[in-house]
């Protein structure tokens, strides 16, 4: 079992920058990925971003790229999102997810079996 909670949601004016953070617990010695996800309210939930543990390679929405950094912290099991140049697209509910599989796409949401309660994210025009 794998815990992760998201933090560093918020308002912020279009063109600011944002980072979240994703404590994981429990487990995480078995996580392979972790990921950002978005949801919009009657929208599917997206892939925003991932991240393959041990090997350090990201995967990006390409929508994203350039905007938009995954990076980690293995010695204090933390991923972060670092999001800059925000438009009001972007506002949305941000969920860390995690996956103890190998899996084969890296921004699919059935990929991860571990998800986060989320954290708000509102950019204001």
């Known amino acids: 079992q794998v815990q992760l909670v998201e933090s560093g949601g918020g308002s912020v004016q279009a063109g600011g920058s944002l980072r979240l953070s994703c404590a994981a617990s429990?487990?995480?010695?078995?996580?392979?990925?972790m990921a950002w996800f978005r949801q919009v309210p009657g929208k599917e939930r997206e892939g925003v971003a991932s991240?393959?543990?041990?090997?350090?390679?990201?995967y990006y929405r390409d929508a994203l790229k350039g905007r938009f950094t995954i990076s980690q912290d293995n010695a204090k099991n933390m991923v972060y999102l670092q999001m800059n140049s925000l438009t009001s697209e972007d506002t949305a509910m941000y969920y860390c997810?995690?996956?103890?599989?190998?899996?084969?796409?890296?921004?699919?949401?059935?990929?991860?079996?571990?998800w986060g309660q989320g954290t708000q994210v509102t950019v204001s025009s």
């Open positions: 997810a995690a996956s103890t599989q190998y899996i084969i796409k890296a921004l699919l949401t059935s990929s991860y079996k571990y």
């Open positions: 429990g487990d995480t010695y078995s996580s392979k990925y």
């Open positions: 991240i393959h543990i041990r090997a350090g390679i990201t």
